[in-house]
């Protein structure tokens, strides 16, 4: 049993992709200032008399979030709107690849100089180049709601190796993930506790969450309240900000809606992550306001771009995107 998770997650994934070694991968440390992000969030919240908003609470009230297309956006899923912001990495240690000699040698008789590295040697190579960068805003919110005494818990269908490459890559996501305010739920944990629910249905202490594991018993779109606690030893969440069209229905159906801010993962440049998190502060200090609707959450015209003075964040490419992230949720 204790393989299931593992195995299952074999299952919704891409067959024809390899996993990179490890030691191949870039792990160059890669930021950007945060400082103009977090000062806007201090100065939008202070005007409100937020500051101290859930550190006066004798247990933390606790926020979940999505990882893919909603904190972390990827060129892959947004296409056009992907637009040429920025230039990414390669990814690689290009030093740790081998050589193909001989496209090397084609290639500078043609005219172009420069190493060829061997796709035979390095399977993965063939995999599509995804850039990924943080949704602008977001994660300098996140970080000032954390301070202000807020539990934030990340869940994603990422394997936990890919959590942990991200931790490498983005020095300043690995902070925030640290402390007794953050946790994370990988796609590993998510697989665990959502098999228990579906082979125990008993198992399942809330209501809602139970209709909402009965409706998708294998599910890894059913991150319920009852399943992100389980996950993550913590209380059932407050609130869920996801992109999954997939999670609406579920959480619709199970009567679970006012736990769910449905937003949309475009608006890639936009101050759409600060709408969306002002939003989810609103829907938490009154859960009956911004209830989840049919729809994602719209980006009205003036988050249309972002605060002058915040910056968009580096475009980093994802080798492990392929390999670690489901590309379907049922298992």
């Not at 200090?285 to 915040?310: M, N, Q, T, W, Y």
């Amino acid at each position: 049993m204790e393989s299931s998770p593992a195995i299952l997650l074999q299952a919704i994934r891409r067959a024809t992709t390899t996993r990179p070694e490890w030691n191949l991968l870039d792990l160059t440390p890669v930021g950007w200032d945060l400082k103009p992000g977090r000062q806007y969030w201090r100065e939008c919240w202070g005007a409100r008399g937020w500051e101290t908003l859930f550190a006066d609470k004798s247990q933390p009230t606790w926020l979940a979030i999505d990882l893919d297309d909603t904190l972390l956006m990827g060129s892959f899923t947004l296409g056009d709107e992907w637009g040429g912001m920025g230039g990414g990495l390669d990814g690689f240690d290009r030093q740790m690849l081998e050589t193909d000699w001989l496209a090397t040698a084609r290639r500078v008789l043609l005219g172009p100089t420069g190493r060829v590295f061997s796709r035979k040697k390095h399977p993965f190579l063939h995999h599509p180049k995804v850039e990924i960068a943080f949704r602008p805003g977001l994660l300098e919110g996140l970080i000032e709601l954390k301070n202000a005494g807020l539990g934030i818990v990340l869940v994603t269908a990422s394997a936990g190796e890919r959590v942990n490459w991200l931790r490498k890559r983005f020095p300043d996501f690995s902070e925030f993930l640290s402390g007794d305010l953050a946790r994370v739920v990988s796609a590993e944990a998510m697989v665990a506790v959502t098999l228990a629910a579906a082979l125990d249905p008993h198992s399942v202490e809330d209501p809602a969450s139970a209709r909402a594991h009965a409706l998708r018993p294998r599910s890894l779109a059913a991150k319920t309240p009852w399943a992100v606690g389980k996950a993550a030893g913590i209380p059932p969440y407050e609130l869920l900000i996801d992109d999954s069209s997939t999670t609406d229905r579920i959480f619709f159906e199970a009567g679970l809606s006012d736990r769910l801010l449905f937003i949309e993962g475009r608006h890639p440049w936009s101050g759409y992550g600060i709408h969306v998190l002002d939003t989810a502060v609103q829907k938490l200090l009154d859960p009956r306001a911004h209830s989840a609707i049919a729809v994602p959450l719209p980006c009205p015209a003036e988050f249309s771009k972002l605060p002058d003075g915040i910056p968009i964040p580096p475009k980093v490419q994802d080798p492990l995107y392929y390999p670690l992230l489901h590309y379907k949720d049922q298992f």
